[in-house]
């Protein structure tokens, strides 16, 4: 009798819970924080970028590269379900793309491919966007280092 409800009680809780995530953020940032995909650490990186934002979260962003085009990208992050939300899509955008045009993702393309998230969380996808424009500039440093 107990446990029944308690497993009712449970399912209460998690329905609220789904029910205010629903009112928050679009589907998109859902999906992308419920199933992240490239969160995670390339074993062998070309090039790494770390940022930690003013909020405290910090953000990594790891990029295999050849012959000038991202080929592999993961995230990692210790911030909120915005923050993987924006490392997700950032690393799903960027690969494929050359250097040069991944470079040219800014916060703002980031908000509309998530659908947007509430004010009080656009620094999530700048912080990732920033920590992107790291890593290529560590690539960058690297490769005029070698030649």
Request: include cysteine; proline fraction near 3%.
């Amino acid at each position: 009798m107990v446990e029944d409800e308690l497993e009712t009680t449970i399912k209460k809780l998690q329905k609220k819970i789904d029910d205010d995530e629903e009112q928050t953020y679009s589907k998109v940032v859902i999906r992308e924080y419920r199933n992240p995909a490239n969160f995670g650490v390339l074993k062998h990186p070309n090039a790494v970028g770390i940022i930690k934002g003013p909020c405290g979260d910090t953000m990594k962003i790891s990029i295999e590269v050849i012959d000038g085009q991202i080929q592999d990208a993961r995230f990692w992050t210790d911030g909120c379900g915005a923050t993987l939300a924006c490392g997700n899509m950032l690393t799903k955008t960027i690969i494929g793309k050359t250097l040069r045009a991944a470079n040219k993702v800014n916060s703002k393309q980031l908000l509309d491919d998530l659908d947007g998230l509430p004010k009080e969380h656009d620094h999530c996808a700048l912080l990732a966007v920033n920590a992107l424009h790291e890593a290529i500039n560590n690539y960058e440093i690297q490769e005029k280092v070698r030649v």
